[in-house]
């Protein structure tokens, strides 16, 4: 049996992904020109075309697609391989987060989590694109909101509950949900919940935009805690600072709060039954206080 032509396989798939040449050879460190010659040795190799040209695209026809999920199958099960034959690699934890609950929640936990787990080799990247997990980069990503992506082991991460926050300065001018139409109120634009439905909920209509407002939860919830005015967040994001005292919940048993889930807990099927994605796994849920087996 002649050998796999691992090479040409490796230019294939990262060609087929991207659909550009130039792109999987920037990825591979080849030229495009480079790429191309192996693309065209390749399909003379095995008798076949694998690509049509769409404008300035290279794109798969079917007999490349068909390849195209065999092959990335494949490096997928090698990735795999390497990881369960590397002990490093088996306590290597790649997590990728939503920003916000990677400042206020999951980083104040780090140390706890190290400290039960030493093994564990944790990276850590927080941003607002969900990865594709398409090259390995991550093991698993804490999404804000459902996932995206079909064909995901899901865990989600237990609902949250959204309450006017405020400084302890603020929070005498606050007895019931109509004074709040008096204050400055923070907008954190990119949360599922934000003040026009807390005020629906309670039966008023909500003020005029105005005030502070901010793309990250993390930095309304500072903003708050500055006394810039009265924000609208999760109590598990704020934790710390209700905890601490910096944040009060003014009108906490006198008014409707809305909760929902947040968060999601998202890997790959073949991820999920990795050493320190188990273990992170069963460490989140125990201090979520969740029913485990909730993955789907």
Known sequence: MAPLPLRSLRVFEAAARSGSFRAAASELGLTPSAVSHAIRDFEGQIGTTLFERDGRRMLVNQAGEE???RVSGAFDELR????VASARSSNLLRIHCAPSLAAQWLMPRLRGLIEKHPELEVRLAAGTDY????NDEFD???CYGPPRQEGMAVLPLGEEIVRPLCAPSLAGAIREPADLLKLSLIESEQKRV???AWFATNGLSAPSPGGFRFDRSFMAIAAAVDGLGVTLESTRLAERELASGKLVAPLAGRASDPSYVGHYLVCPPQTKHRRSVRTFTRWITKELGLADGQKR
């Open 67 to 69: 390849l195209l999920r």
């Open 131 to 134: 990865p594709h997990f398409r």
């Open 194 to 196: 934000r003040w026009n």
């Open 80 to 83: 795999n391989g390497l990881e």
């Open 140 to 142: 698993l990503d804490i």
